[in-house]
């Protein structure tokens, strides 16, 4: 009997896992490596960073997703190389053999060549991430309470957020509605309604990759908020507290968060093929990479134009598109009608939220901003994150919050006295 072809899995993100849920196959094994034991809806991360949502409500183990695949094997463990030619992995030291090889370790913060300042701002990508700036944001309130020099509480509840796209308005409007509403009641001393946040964002408007008129409708529906907005400002230079813009403007800030840029995972270098500048890799039409037709690789590691013309942007949607096109790829491979059809995103729309009843959403030629985007940002965030227990404790506490104005997971861990 023919031994069974070995499936390798970079990556249980959205990538990996659409790929592991859509492709099965009697003559494959499937194992599937994360070095974290969950997958994580990274889309409300952001939450979890400001104390709306708690860790557990957007991320679901691994294992208990597949349980009831026993076609698949979960390997806790970090992927420290690729041997494309010799069709290895290398995972914790262990050598790791494959006959096919999806490639799906998404991507990384990127600071423009100066990883320095990660130091001093803290990018979003991970839940440790969202629990380190729930922490400090939320300590640096403490400590302006703690404080009776004026000019270093106005400092402690300054939050400079850095970089407009979806992530940076996202976070600049949950950390107003924070400090204006929710924890306005909780202190003595300082007023946090007195909080400033302000947004950075290099080129003219937010939300660039939105039509104009939703960049400028974000932008008022922030500006609501009491977020200021530069926009046309590049940073200069970042150390602790301290924020240096191109003008030579300096902003002292008890908290600076990092939401302007993304490369793609540091071992795409490791497959030997054409990367663009952000690391990514330039993909065949079927997504395997050249000289390597049983190497693929999807999600946010790819930079690819499809034969629409549509550049794939680096969204979930379009990482669970490409898992199940490779899916029916190798599907077709192993039943010996090979069909290497290329790949074509079909884009449902996109959509941002801003704050409580506020949001901007694009949904092919219908654009809308206020309440109904943001129904239909919570309808869609909902539908599409795992777990029935997640959808009901995430449906609960947005209901709460709502009526209440009250955010739950506030509590400050690893304190160092
Ligand atoms: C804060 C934030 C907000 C976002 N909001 C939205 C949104 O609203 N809508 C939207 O469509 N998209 C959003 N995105 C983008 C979306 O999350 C990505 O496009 C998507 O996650 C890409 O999927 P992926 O499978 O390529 O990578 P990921 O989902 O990032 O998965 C990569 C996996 O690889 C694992 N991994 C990485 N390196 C290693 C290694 N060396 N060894 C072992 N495992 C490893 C990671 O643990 C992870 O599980 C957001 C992203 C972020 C960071």
């Not at 979960?74 to 262990?94: C, F, H, M, Q």
């Amino acid at each position: 009997m023919e031994s069974k072809k070995r499936v390798v899995v970079l990556g249980a993100g959205f990538g990996g896992l659409a790929f592991c849920q859509a492709f099965r196959h009697p003559a494959a094994e499937i194992t599937l490596v994360d070095r974290q034991n969950h997958h994580l809806f990274q889309p409300l991360l952001y939450q979890v960073a400001t104390a709306g949502l708690s860790a557990a409500e957007i991320a679901q183990p691994i294992r208990s997703i597949l349980r009831d695949r026993t076609d698949l094997s979960v390997r806790l463990g970090n992927v420290e190389s690729i041997l494309p030619t010799e069709k290895r992995v290398v995972v914790d030291g262990n050598s790791l053999p494959f006959d096919y090889l999806i490639f799906a370790l998404g991507g990384r913060t990127s600071y423009f060549g100066h990883p320095e300042w990660e130091a001093f701002a803290p990018g979003l990508k991970s839940l440790a991430d969202a629990q380190r700036i729930r922490r400090e944001v939320l300590l640096a309130f403490e400590q302006a309470e703690n404080s009776l020099d004026p000019k270093e509480q106005q400092r402690l509840m300054t939050i400079v957020v850095i970089g407009g796209g979806p992530t940076g308005v996202e976070l600049a409007g949950a950390c107003a509605e924070l400090a204006q509403h929710v924890l306005r009641q909780d202190f003595r001393r300082i007023d946090p309604g007195q909080t400033r946040v302000i947004l950075i964002e290099g080129s003219h408007h937010i939300l660039g990759q939105f039509p104009e008129t939703l960049g400028i409708r974000g932008e008022e529906q922030l500006k609501a908020l009491g977020v200021e907005i530069r926009c046309g400002t590049l940073v200069r230079e970042i150390s602790q507290g301290t924020v240096t813009l191109q003008s030579g403007e300096v902003i002292e800030a008890g908290n600076i968060l990092w939401a302007a840029g993304v490369s793609a995972s540091p071992l795409t270098a490791a497959l030997g093929a054409p990367r663009d500048r952000a690391g990514r890799v330039q993909v065949r039409p079927d997504l395997s990479i050249p000289d390597h037709p049983s190497i693929f690789v999807i999600g946010d590691a790819i930079a690819l134009v499809d034969p629409n013309g549509v550049t794939v942007p680096g969204v979930s949607p379009a990482a669970i598109q490409a898992g199940q096109h490779v899916a029916r790829i190798l599907e077709s491979e192993l039943d010996a009608r090979p069909r290497r059809v290329p790949f074509r995103y079909w884009d449902k729309g996109s959509m941002a939220t801003i704050g409580r009843s506020a949001a901007v959403a694009k949904m092919g030629p219908l654009e809308f901003s206020g309440y109904p985007a943001w129904l239909a940002w919570l309808f869609v965030h909902l539908i599409f994150l795992i777990g029935f227990r997640n959808r009901v404790a995430v449906l609960w506490q947005w209901f709460y919050s709502y009526l209440t104005y009250k955010r739950g997971a506030r509590i400050i861990t690893g304190l160092k006295w």
